[in-house]
């Protein structure tokens, strides 16, 4: 059973969503690919993952620094799996392009190339907005290009994350 709630944060509301004891989605409300089965899912604004995803929001939002102890557990292919865990590493506060995201994969598998087309694709699709930070992936000329949640709220994720003086890095376990 999927244990849901709302996160009002400064740029917009968003739904958290958590399975057992694992974060599976993290969406700005009216986001493309926002989830449309939501119907069987149980708000519950108590779940302890949810109320660690509040309180991690909170201080990410006001420019603090936090390391979640959430583990997140999303859904995907295993090459949309590949491609988030590459989004989970690339540190706060920087970018890279969905060019190098793409040689990466290429050269972790041993193959002359891997469309950056294909990665932009999973990127979008990430269920798990902030957390696996697909807002930190730019065009191949540094230029914010596509962002299920809009490029006004990426460029504002960015700034924000400009901002954060202390980070001991990205804190989720997956």
Known sequence: MIIACTVETPLGAMTAAARDKALVGLWFMDQKYYPVQTVDWRWE??????KTVRHFLACYFSGKAATPDIRLAPAGSPFRQTVWNILSTIPIGQVVT???IAKQIADARRVPSMSAQAVGSAVAHNPISILIPCH?????????TGYAGGLERKAELLRIEKEISICSGNGVQR
């Open 98 to 100: 969905y060019g190098q």
């Open 136 to 144: 930190r992936v730019v065009g191949f000329n540094g230029g914010l």
């Open 45 to 50: 604004a108590d779940h302890p993952v949810l």
